[in-house]
């Protein structure tokens, strides 16, 4: 699987949307973008995921460049509760390389 | 969704005791688990790799003699830390792969060497 680059730390004001890049500049034809999140001494939720397209659901959207090469994780509206280390993951969608290759993430904390 | 739940959730034991960590699937059968170790302030690191009815797959600089895994049913993974030591003390977290492929993580297990 290919590895990722986001960056170690953002803040965000409550109420705003968080956009949480990812390079993945490496990423294979038939590998999808994962996101996941880590609340602290919590294992990891998984937000969304998507191959070429704009993924959209209830928790977050996910704005994948034409070219693959990055992505953009967005949470409309952050709360509180969203503060947790967010990870970005490319893997072949439910195949492939069995586990997950977890980065060193990105650690949100959203700010009152 | 699928769940996936780890029992016990935090443990305390005293060093050179041995310690089982369940990971169960709760709603579907797991033809692989995964034992993932995370150490405070880093990320996630996978430890072995559990299929039902055979022996599991251990990363490198992983003593298989130390963290014992069973896998003897599609619904439940166990993950032994046997003499434990101060050093073992970590969050253990375990994730299952369903007939598809997704995968499903539980809510971690803290154990704490004393």
């Known amino acids: 699987d290919a590895k990722t680059t986001q960056p170690p730390s953002m803040d965000c004001a409550e109420g705003r949307a968080a956009n949480l890049p990812c390079n993945h500049s490496?990423?294979?034809?038939?590998?999808?973008v994962y996101w996941y999140r880590q609340i602290h001494s919590q294992g990891p939720q998984y937000i969304i995921h998507g191959l070429k397209n704009n993924e959209t659901n209830e928790m977050a959207s996910l704005i994948i460049t034409e070219d693959r090469k990055s992505s953009t994780l967005i949470l409309p509206h952050a709360t509180l509760r969203d503060t947790a280390v967010y990870y970005c993951?490319?893997?072949?969608?439910?195949?492939?390389?069995?586990?997950?290759?977890f980065g060193t993430g990105t650690r949100l904390t959203v700010i009152p | 969704g699928a769940v996936v739940s780890q029992h016990p959730s935090w443990v305390i034991c005293k060093s050179g005791t041995s310690v089982k960590i369940e990971c169960r699937s709760l709603d579907f059968q797991a033809t692989t688990m995964f034992w993932y170790r995370q150490f405070p302030k880093q990320s996630l690191m996978l430890m072995a790799t559990s299929n039902e009815g055979s022996k599991a797959t251990y990363e490198q600089g992983v003593e298989k003699d130390k963290f014992l895994i069973n896998h003897a049913s599609l619904t439940l993974s166990t993950l032994t830390v046997t003499s434990a030591h101060p050093e073992d003390s970590s969050f253990y977290i375990c994730s299952a792969r369903d007939r598809i492929g997704e995968l499903f993580f539980g809510e971690g297990s803290r154990l704490t060497v004393l």
């Open positions: 490496t990423i294979s034809g038939n590998e999808y």
């Open positions: 993951i490319v893997r072949v969608e439910r195949g492939g390389a069995n586990n997950l290759f």
